[in-house]
């Protein structure tokens, strides 16, 4: 059973940091590529919004991030630990979304940010920023 679990949400205020992490269970960790998305509040009949993603390690772990974002955040993995993180700096409210981790079989190429080509996603992990 595959099993992500997403942690390290929570409220900071504006210019803090956090780090959220993507525990991944039940999957051949090698030729996964994780993503994370987010979804602000107001926007819960659209689709998540694309905010990194890392590929698989037979993809040479390359990280991906959403142009405007890029540059503040930043997606790694801990192959031992099966984990991803993601490094949040200079928060923003507009930061302010549930985050979700998401993976996808992918031994070769780059990951996507598109949300219909994952196959297994988190609960999701709030992120409040406050001004």
């Known amino acids: 059973q595959v099993q992500l679990v997403e942690s390290g949400g929570g409220s900071v205020q504006a210019g803090g940091s956090l780090r959220l992490s993507c525990e991944i269970s039940g999957l051949t960790w090698d030729i996964y590529a994780v993503a994370w998305f987010r979804r602000a509040p107001g926007n819960e009949g659209k689709e998540r919004e694309g905010v990194s993603c890392i590929s698989s390690i037979s993809s040479n772990e390359r990280a991906y991030y959403s142009e405007s974002l890029k540059g503040r955040f930043t997606i790694s993995r801990d192959n031992a630990k099966r984990t991803v993180y993601l490094q949040m700096n200079s928060l923003t409210p507009e930061d302010t979304a549930v985050y979700y981790c998401?993976?996808?079989?992918?031994?070769?190429?780059?990951?996507?940010?598109?949300?219909?080509?994952?196959?297994?996603w988190g609960q999701g992990t709030q992120v409040t920023v406050s001004p």
């Open positions: 998401a993976a996808e079989r992918s031994s070769g190429g780059a990951c996507r940010f598109a949300q219909s080509w994952y196959s297994y």
